[in-house]
């Protein structure tokens, strides 16, 4: 049971740990660099408000608080962009390999001459992924957590849990996208890049929906419902998104399984 996921956890793991150090590192140089920055003199908040609305909700600046702040400069600098985009791009990008590159490089028949079913085939591909995201949230969050005591600052523990804890829901949402376009395309560069696109796509989309005062076009986006600004500045955990989110993910993956059981390879 769950040798799929298990090989394939596997062979991606290793990755996923390369990945995790380097995003550990950068934290590190962004944490440590925040007390010459905060002490620099800079109005840090008066240049934030003197952008576009448009990147003031890119950044997750457009709430009533200090980037000043140990939160709020981890929120803007950390979380708000690499977490919430360049994570949910990599997870897309990585789902978007777990099925079309086994078609195109022939190992799928010889998987699927085992005896078992096509739609366990994708589920278990995709349940491949929840220890990479798992790694990389563990370990960038036990580095953060770690500088910002080193600099003797100090940041609400669950808080910080809760950022990491919801990006769960949210990267598998990502992921689930991409595995999608990895059903639907045979080819595995047209479905990562079809997963980078529509991830960074939704970004713009729920960015450009609130400062244009059309919040109801971003519904369809992840970031709609993963906020890591309102959880490391103001304490909100929005458990409903998660729901959102991991609801959305079983569909996605679902409606993969079944795409996939029907489709001729």
């Given at each position: 049971?769950?040798e799929i996921a298990?090989?394939?956890?596997?062979?991606?793991?290793?990755?996923?740990?390369?990945?995790?150090?380097?995003?550990?590192?950068?934290?590190?140089?962004?944490?440590?660099?925040?007390?010459?920055?905060?002490?620099?003199?800079?109005?840090?908040?008066?240049?934030?408000?003197?952008?576009?609305?448009?990147?003031?909700?890119?950044?997750?600046?457009?709430?009533?608080?200090?980037?000043?702040?140990?939160?709020?400069?981890?929120?803007?600098?950390?979380?708000?962009?690499?977490?919430?985009?360049?994570?949910?791009?990599?997870?897309?990008?990585?789902?978007?390999?777990?099925?079309?590159?086994?078609?195109?490089?022939?190992?799928?028949?010889?998987?699927?001459?085992?005896?078992?079913?096509?739609?366990?085939?994708?589920?278990?591909?995709?349940?491949?992924l929840v220890p990479?995201?798992?790694?990389?949230?563990?370990?960038?969050?036990?580095?953060?957590?770690?500088?910002?005591?080193?600099?003797?600052?100090?940041?609400?523990?669950?808080?910080?849990?809760?950022?990491?804890?919801?990006?769960?829901?949210?990267?598998?949402?990502?992921?689930?996208?991409?595995?999608?376009?990895?059903?639907?395309?045979?080819?595995?560069?047209?479905?990562?890049?079809?997963?980078?696109?529509?991830?960074?796509?939704?970004?713009?989309?729920?960015?450009?929906?609130?400062?244009?005062?059309?919040?109801?076009?971003?519904?369809?986006?992840?970031?709609?419902?993963?906020?890591?600004?309102?959880?490391?500045?103001?304490?909100?955990?929005?458990?409903?998104?998660?729901?959102?989110?991991?609801?959305?993910?079983?569909?996605?993956?679902?409606?993969?399984?079944?795409w996939f059981r029907?489709?001729?390879?």
């Amino acid at each position: 049971m769950l040798e799929i996921a298990e090989y394939e956890s596997e062979r991606r793991i290793r990755g996923a740990l390369v990945l995790s150090v380097l995003l550990a590192l950068m934290s590190l140089l962004f944490v440590a660099l925040f007390p010459s920055i905060a002490n620099s003199g800079a109005d840090l908040d008066a240049y934030m408000e003197s952008l576009p609305p448009a990147m003031q909700a890119a950044f997750g600046a457009s709430g009533a608080f200090s980037i000043a702040t140990i939160e709020g400069f981890l929120a803007v600098e950390l979380y708000q962009f690499f977490w919430l985009l360049m994570l949910g791009i990599y997870a897309a990008y990585l789902a978007g390999g777990l099925v079309a590159g086994d078609v195109e490089r022939d190992r799928m028949d010889v998987l699927l001459a085992a005896p078992i079913s096509r739609r366990r085939v994708v589920v278990e591909k995709f349940c491949s992924l929840v220890p990479v995201v798992v790694a990389l949230n563990l370990v960038v969050g036990v580095a953060v957590y770690a500088t910002v005591l080193a600099i003797g600052e100090s940041i609400p523990v669950a808080d910080l849990v809760a950022v990491h804890l919801l990006s769960v829901p949210y990267l598998l949402a990502c992921g689930g996208i991409g595995l999608l376009l990895s059903v639907a395309f045979d080819e595995s560069d047209v479905a990562k890049r079809g997963g980078l696109g529509a991830i960074f796509g939704l970004f713009l989309l729920e960015t450009v929906s609130q400062s244009a005062d059309l919040g109801w076009l971003g519904a369809i986006s992840p970031t709609r419902y993963y906020d890591p600004t309102a959880i490391l500045v103001g304490g909100e955990y929005d458990w409903a998104g998660a729901l959102i989110l991991l609801a959305g993910t079983v569909a996605l993956v679902a409606v993969s399984a079944e795409w996939f059981r029907r489709k001729d390879i």
